[in-house]
């Protein structure tokens, strides 16, 4: 039998170090990465591939990919891609998961992070592009506005954020509402722009272009 998202998404261990890995990031002051994160992440990774006409079983890979992509953060923040593939990967060779569909899920959490990843394969193209556009408000841990750092910031100031697929045009749509009044839009730029790259690289892998919208204005 296939090992299926849902057994790893039940699996404590896995939850221990997810939560366990966002409680780092936390004490380094870093936006949420726990199971509000992977999770989205996980569904709209599967949701690219499914719109784009992949198989069912790839689409599977794509959402394990995405609920184990930051698990390395346990670890240490730098590097946590390579860390996390390999964690990712005794995990899944534990749980009895075929050599074929590990070394497809390791290569794409391995390959996820801005700096080294390439999306090498459909799945790591979809982990990037689901990571990278996962910007919004409700990640901000830090209630004090006064004290915001321009991460902070930036994603707090995002009311609105929509990742979307047009498959007839090819293109990868990531449509933000900012509040200008807290963050300028040059801002996102300023902390984001290695990650729209990276996206636009990633969506180019899978066929498709990669279009950047705030407050209405195409700007990618």
């Known amino acids: 039998m296939k090992l299926t998202f849902e057994k790893i998404k039940s699996n404590q261990d896995i939850k221990t170090y997810i939560t366990r890995a966002d409680e780092?990031?936390?004490?380094?002051?870093?936006?949420?990465?726990?199971?509000?994160?992977?999770?989205?992440?996980?569904?709209?990774?599967?949701?690219?591939?499914?719109?784009?006409?992949?198989?069912?079983?790839?689409?599977?890979?794509?959402?394990?990919?995405?609920?184990?992509?930051?698990?390395?953060?346990?670890?240490?923040?730098v590097d946590h891609s390579q860390s996390g593939a390999v964690m990712a990967f005794r995990i899944l060779d534990k749980l009895g998961m075929e050599a074929d569909e590990i070394a497809t899920i390791v290569t794409a959490i391995g390959n996820h992070d801005e700096g080294t990843g390439v999306p090498v394969?459909?799945?790591?193209?979809?982990?990037?592009?689901?990571?990278?556009?996962?910007?919004?408000?409700?990640?901000?841990r830090n209630t004090d506005s006064l004290t915001f750092d321009i991460h902070d910031r930036v994603n707090y100031s995002v009311v609105n954020s929509s990742l979307k697929i047009c498959k007839e045009k090819r293109v990868a749509l990531l449509e933000l509402e900012v509040d200008t009044s807290i963050s300028a839009v040059i801002d996102y730029f300023?902390?984001?722009?290695?990650?729209?790259?990276?996206?636009?690289?990633?969506?180019?892998?899978?066929?498709?272009?990669?279009?950047?919208?705030?407050?209405?204005?195409?700007?990618?």
């Open 190 to 220: 300023r902390i984001f722009i290695g990650r729209m790259q990276m996206s636009r690289q990633a969506a180019e892998a899978i066929g498709l272009s990669f279009s950047l919208v705030i407050n209405g204005q195409t700007l990618l």
């Open 121 to 140: 394969n459909p799945v790591a193209a979809a982990l990037i592009i689901a990571d990278k556009c996962d910007v919004r408000r409700t990640r901000v």
């Open 24 to 77: 780092s990031l936390k004490a380094l002051g870093y936006t949420e990465h726990s199971f509000a994160h992977v999770g989205k992440v996980s569904e709209d990774a599967a949701y690219i591939l499914t719109t784009l006409g992949y198989d069912e079983r790839t689409v599977e890979l794509a959402r394990i990919a995405g609920y184990l992509h930051d698990i390395g953060n346990l670890v240490n923040r």
